[in-house]
Structures are given as structure tokens and as C-alpha cells.
């Protein structure tokens, strides 16, 4: 079956860097596409940022310039790289797969990893 793994969340100070990884196994990773969204308490889940193929990336407004999405289809990995990183971006942040196509409303989910960011 389908499984992503994230990795490399944890605490940090405002204006400091984090990668995250997700490593995805049981699909053909690169013919989907690959997201990262996050969910702060209280919130509803949003999209932070997506990369179809190799170059296809999109961003929320929030974070343009700030966060970087990547992959590397070797790995089965994406990447998500945060720069300047605020109190507001303290979330659980999930790694999605969509099927070739579809929305992420149809995306298979990891199990999220908890980035906090203290002022």
C-alpha cells in the first residue's frame, strides 16, 4: 500500500531554516504529484506548496520566497526547505500524493510531523 514518511520537524526560533523530507513508497513516485500542506490547532488544513514533474511548484502566498519544494524521483523523496521562519508557521505539517489528474482532495496523507516555531 501507499506510504509516506515525513521527517525532520522540531523546534526552532523565529527567523531560523528547517528542511522537511517525505519519503514515499507502494506508488510510482514520480508521476505524482507531491505537496506539502499544514495544519495549525484550531485551523482547518491548507496547502503550503506542490510540484508537479520536476519544475511544476506552486505556494501559498505565505510562504513565497520563503519555502522551496523539491524532489528527487531517485529517492522517492520531496522535500520541503524553510527559510525565515515565523511563529505562524508552527503547524503539523503533511506530505501529500496525488494520482496523475486528480486533486488533492484525493491524495494519499503521512502521518504529519510538528514544526513549532518560538518568537
Known amino acids: 500500500q501507499v506510504q509516506l514518511v515525513e521527517s525532520g520537524g522540531g523546534l526552532v526560533q523565529a527567523g531560523d531554516s528547517l528542511g522537511l523530507s517525505c519519503v514515499g513508497s507502494?506508488?510510482?513516485?514520480?508521476?505524482?504529484?507531491m505537496g506539502w500542506f499544514r495544519q495549525a490547532p484550531g485551523k482547518e488544513r491548507e496547502f503550503v506548496a506542490g510540484?508537479?514533474?520536476?519544475?511544476?511548484?506552486t505556494y501559498a502566498d505565505s510562504v513565497k520566497g520563503r519555502f522551496t519544494i523539491s524532489r528527487d524521483n531517485a529517492k522517492n523523496t520531496v522535500y520541503l526547505r524553510m527559510n525565515s521562519l515565523k511563529p505562524e508557521d508552527t503547524a503539523v505539517y503533511y506530505c501529500?500524493?496525488?494520482?496523475?489528474?486528480?486533486?488533492?482532495?484525493?491524495?494519499?496523507w503521512g502521518q504529519g510531523t510538528q514544526v513549532t516555531v518560538s518568537s
Open positions: 510540484i508537479r514533474w520536476i519544475s511544476d511548484r
Open positions: 501529500a500524493a496525488a494520482p496523475p489528474g486528480s486533486a488533492w482532495e484525493h491524495a494519499y
Open positions: 507502494g506508488l510510482p513516485f514520480s508521476t505524482y504529484a
